[in-house]
């Protein structure tokens, strides 16, 4: 307790002596109640799915009931399951929520997640900046409800808040009526929907740090902070960042090593890189993973371009960790590819290119506001596939270009996590778009348990190729342990329609070269010392002395066979 404390009198000085008390009761309380034992450490056999709770529906059943029995069915090279947002909500498909302690009513009941734990680990959403208009929360606000004044910021509308980042191009502050007819401009940051929670208020820690032991409590090996590096607010500055957001990240770390050890804390910054990686603190007192926002677009922006020049640099160099942290890789999730990650990597020039040429193939663009009251291009709306791809290409294609990706994703180092919409090989959904009326909608299509079935046995489809071939490359994966999130990766130099990349592992004496051609045309490549080589999934045997031939958009896991000399 000590560590959360100390935490405790940087973030706020004088805390209230009756909020402390309560404050370390529910902790010693959810410790002395916690029986489940979360894993230790990551290793090569991590590999994460991102879904929604309601992803799949059937005709009287609650929708987590059906999607662990698919789980249970189709699923299972997935060892820990990422469930979005799974409470009641308003709007953004979960992330404005209503209510942090229920679950969604058509999702289930908190038994329906506690099933579903039974057969894998699981990753909980903690929306820590900001709730919904509609929660009960901000009608006590609204309602000015004796203790609730001050829970959410207000601003006189005249307020210079030009420093702030935007990550939208909504207005910041949003006017809403109390009940004495006042009205109050509250700080907005994603929507009007969204109501910012106002952290420099003990109270406002108080209850959060209670929704945090709850999900502890209900199951959560890991944690996702969503949208954290907003959540202290002081005008006058950027408001994104500040040292007190990460005072407040180090006090949910320790609160969860203090009740729950094993949990994994995971930062979602959707940022440059440099900012995004400071949410590792000293490596040691933050979050034990942050996502690796930069991957996906610097790994779509290589095969587009079919170059591995940009991608190169940047993975060379990347800090390999200390044991004590690591990445959470992913090329798609429930948002769309983030632009910003990739500003100080690439040029703007070549950022604004990609995004035409991706927006001339059916991608959409959502756009931020900065501060000299210029937009920016923020993310591209579209799934992987279809980002990899023209709307030309064939299946074939298609199918190559997005299993090349995969493979750099899971030889990656860190933890890799799958979105639900890639392992179904699922394309752009624009009539989603048109009913939800907003762009992330295109990669967030549910399903009719029925209809995704009856798709993934048709030997004919797309679906059925990206399931069955992603599903066997995790299998791949998860037995070699080389891929170990703490071993180090050494990038090694080519030609730059290659990328390749080498694994090692000390303890169990192996190596992984993982060669890619991130190109449309064919490269020849010349192993790297006297051995010979297998590759992991077919089994054939490379020599380096004779140069291998990699066709388009191919890759190969290649395994030491041996010294020559040995072998012959």
Not at 110 to 129: G, I, K, P, Y
Not at 443 to 467: C, F, G, P, Q, W
């Amino acid at each position: 307790m000590e560590i959360i404390n100390n935490l405790i009198d940087k973030i706020y000085g004088t805390f209230p002596a009756d909020c402390l008390k309560r404050l370390t009761d529910a902790i010693r309380e959810t410790q002395q109640a916690l029986s489940y034992r979360r894993k230790a450490h990551w290793d090569e056999k991590d590999v994460v799915l991102i879904t929604y709770a309601d992803q799949f529906r059937e005709s009287e059943a609650p929708t987590l009931q059906t999607f662990s029995r698919f789980y249970q069915q189709h699923l299972q090279c997935f060892n820990l399951v990422h469930l979005l947002p799974f409470f009641p909500y308003s709007s953004d498909d979960g992330f404005s929520v209503i209510d942090y302690h229920r679950v969604n009513a058509i999702c289930g009941e908190w038994s329906d997640v506690a099933e579903l734990h039974q057969h894998t680990r699981l990753m909980f959403d903690f929306v820590c900046n900001h709730i919904s208009a509609h929660s009960a929360w901000f009608k006590h606000y609204l309602a000015q409800d004796p203790g609730w004044d001050d829970f959410f910021i207000s601003m006189p509308p005249g307020t210079d808040l030009s420093a702030v980042t935007r990550p939208r191009t909504s207005p910041l502050l949003t006017p809403f009526t109390l009940a004495n007819g006042e009205t109050r401009f509250i700080w907005t940051t994603f929507s009007a929907d969204q109501i910012d929670l106002n952290f420099a208020r003990a109270e406002v820690l108080l209850n959060m740090v209670k929704v945090l032991l709850d999900y502890l409590t209900k199951g959560a090996d890991y944690i996702r902070l969503d949208a954290v590096g907003y959540m202290w607010k002081t005008p006058g500055t950027s408001c994104i960042h500040l040292e007190k957001t990460h005072q407040l990240v180090k006090l949910f770390r320790a609160i969860a090593d203090e009740v729950a050890p094993g949990t994994v804390i995971i930062t979602e910054t959707n940022v440059p890189h440099k900012d995004n990686i400071s949410y590792f603190g000293n490596g040691h007192d933050e979050a034990q993973m942050v996502y690796q926002f930069s991957l996906p677009p610097l790994l779509l922006h290589a095969i587009h371009y079919g170059s591995s020049r940009a991608l190169k640099k940047w993975a060379a160099s990347l800090d390999a960790g200390n044991g004590a942290t690591t990445w959470f890789n992913f090329l798609a999730s429930h948002d769309g590819i983030g632009l910003n990650p990739l500003r100080g990597i690439l040029p703007e020039t070549e950022i604004v290119s990609l995004v035409r040429d991706l927006a001339l193939e059916g991608a959409l663009i959502s756009y931020k506001n900065n501060p000299d009251g210029t937009s920016s291009p923020y993310e591209i709306n579209v799934t992987y596939m279809d980002a990899l791809n023209k709307k030309e290409d064939s299946d074939d294609t298609r199918f190559q270009r997005f299993m090349l990706a995969h493979a750099v994703l899971l030889a990656f180092p860190g933890v890799p996590a799958i979105y639900i919409q890639s392992i179904l090989g699922s394309r752009n959904d624009m009539e989603g778009v048109k009913v939800a009326g907003h762009n992330r909608a295109i990669n967030r299509e549910k399903y009719a348990i029925s209809e995704i079935e009856a798709a993934l046995s048709d030997t004919r489809s797309l679906r059925h190729k990206v399931y069955h071939g992603l599903s066997q490359l995790i299998q791949l994966r998860t037995r070699q342990p080389a891929f170990h999130p703490d071993n180090p990766v050494e990038v090694l130099e080519s030609d730059n329609s290659l990328f390749i990349l080498r694994r090692k592992s000390a303890k169990a004496h192996e190596q992984v070269l993982c060669i890619f051609n991130l190109s449309g045309k064919e490269v020849t490549y010349r192993l790297p010392d006297e051995r010979l080589y297998r590759d992991i999934a077919g089994n054939s045997i490379f020599d380096s002395n004779h140069p291998l031939t990699l066709p388009p958009w191919h890759y190969l896991w290649l395994k030491n066979a041996g010294e020559k000399q040995q072998a012959e």
